[in-house]
Nanobody, 130 residues
Framework: QVQLVESGGGLAQAGASLRLSCSAS????????MAWFRQAPGKDRELVAA????????FYGDSVKGRAVISRDNAESMVHLQMRSLEPEDTAVYLC???????????????????????WGQGTQVTVSS
């Protein structure tokens, strides 16, 4: 059974840093693209960052570009999201998602579409206060 479990969310002050982690199981992790999306109340699901199966290609949403770094540890079947300079607008549920297998398209358009991902984790809440 494929499972994705997020951790690391919580309360943070504006300007602070935060590290989210996603633990994966039930599939050959190294062969799949992975991504972090976020969803705030009343808003569409939005790509935060994606990383290709090989780890050498990454993609970031405009809202977090320059403030976020996605990484993966294939030996541990984990993907991480390091964010800095947090803003109240970053408040959302952050979800870990599995993408496709190699070969991938390696385009932002492809990775920005939630329908290209699944299954999904339950999400972890990030709340940034000013």
């Amino acid at each position: 059974q494929v499972q994705l479990v997020e951790s690391g969310g919580g309360l943070a002050q504006a300007g602070a840093s935060l590290r989210l982690s996603c633990s994966a199981s039930g599939f050959t992790f190294r062969d799949y693209d992975m991504a972090w999306f976020r969803q705030a109340p009343g808003k569409d699901r939005e790509l935060v960052a994606a990383i290709a199966w090989g780890g050498g290609r990454t993609f970031y949403g405009d809202s977090v570009k320059g403030r976020a770094v996605i990484s993966r540890d294939n030996a541990e079947s984990m993907v991480h999201l390091q964010m800095r300079s947090l803003e109240p607008e970053d408040t959302a549920v952050y979800l870990c998602a599995r993408g496709g297998t190699k070969p991938t398209h390696y385009t932002y358009t492809y990775y920005s579409r939630p329908e290209n991902f699944g299954p999904w984790g339950q999400g972890t809440q990030v709340t940034v206060s000013s």
